[in-house]
């Protein structure tokens, strides 16, 4: 059984990177990336840098909440909630991008290293 470095020394010699990136497959897949990489990624950096700016330049996350739980709390505990669910969604979305590569790989493969 081959291991990963015979494998990878056979894909560098049969597949055209240069060919893979200019094909349709390829461009498709990196437009699928960035239309979900983007959008988290602003997301993301708002709601992360929303509390500093927040708690710097106004008052309203100092009111309390529940008892004396002030919103500033609250957010930050989103905060950690946001991330988890962000990374959890990263991970999965992640799989279906490896799939479609592993797939532009395999045809390039079959395909002789020639893009489609």
Not at 41 to 57: E, K, N
Not at 66 to 72: F, M, R, Y
Request: hydrophobic share 45%; proline share 3%; charged share 20%.
């Amino acid at each position: 059984m081959p291991d990963a470095t015979d494998l990878q020394t056979q894909t560098d010699k049969t597949v055209d990177y240069e060919k893979v990136v200019q094909s349709g497959q390829f461009k498709q897949f990196m437009q699928d990336k960035k239309k979900f990489i983007v959008p988290y990624t602003i997301f993301f950096l708002i709601f992360y840098f929303l509390l500093p700016v927040l708690t710097s330049y106004t008052t309203f996350l100092n009111t309390p909440v529940i008892g004396d739980i002030s919103w500033v709390w609250l957010f930050a505990f989103a905060q950690f909630i946001m991330t988890w669910v962000l990374c959890t969604i990263y991970v999965k979305k992640a799989a279906s991008f490896d799939e479609q590569a592993d797939r532009i790989i395999e045809d390039q493969i079959g395909n002789g290293g020639n893009a489609r």
